[in-house]
């Protein structure tokens, strides 16, 4: 119930007290349209926000347990497109602090090191 607009307008408040590069969040791909996914991730790529993207992978005891999981080609497609984002709005995960500085369940730093080559 609560609205994408109210999501960015708390992100919006977090980057101004902390800083861009400093305030991050996980995005579900496989809930959606990935095309909305990547609208949204490309929003808070811009306000500075270091995104990073999870597939959708209900546990069995879940009222979602019986939804499809996430395609793994769709979760490549938005990662490419989140890595890219971050790259052109000069977020660097390896300069952000805590869980948001390790790469290891996501794959837009490994993508973002194969994009800038």
């Known amino acids: 119930q609560i609205?994408?607009?109210?999501?960015?307008?708390?992100f919006d408040f977090v980057t101004k007290k902390l800083g861009?590069?400093?305030?991050?969040?996980?995005?579900?791909?496989?809930?959606?349209?990935?095309e909305s996914t990547v609208e949204g991730a490309k929003t808070m790529s811009k306000k500075g926000v270091r995104?990073?993207?999870?597939?959708?992978k209900p546990w069995d005891s879940s009222?979602?347990?019986d939804n499809e999981?996430?395609?793994p080609e769709d979760l490549l497609w938005i990662a490419k497109k989140v890595a890219k984002f971050m790259l052109d709005?000069?977020?660097?995960p390896k300069k952000c602090h805590g869980c948001l500085s390790c790469s290891s369940c996501t794959i837009e730093d490994?993508?973002?090191t194969?994009?800038?080559?």
């Open 3 to 10: 609205t994408k607009e109210r999501y960015f307008e708390a």
């Open 20 to 34: 861009k590069n400093r305030v991050g969040t996980v995005l579900i791909a496989g809930l959606e349209p990935k």
């Open 51 to 56: 995104v990073c993207i999870l597939p959708f």
């Open 63 to 65: 009222a979602y347990a």
């Open 69 to 71: 999981l996430c395609n």
């Open 89 to 92: 709005n000069k977020i660097d």
């Open 110 to 112: 490994d993508l973002m």
């Open 114 to 117: 194969l994009i800038k080559r």
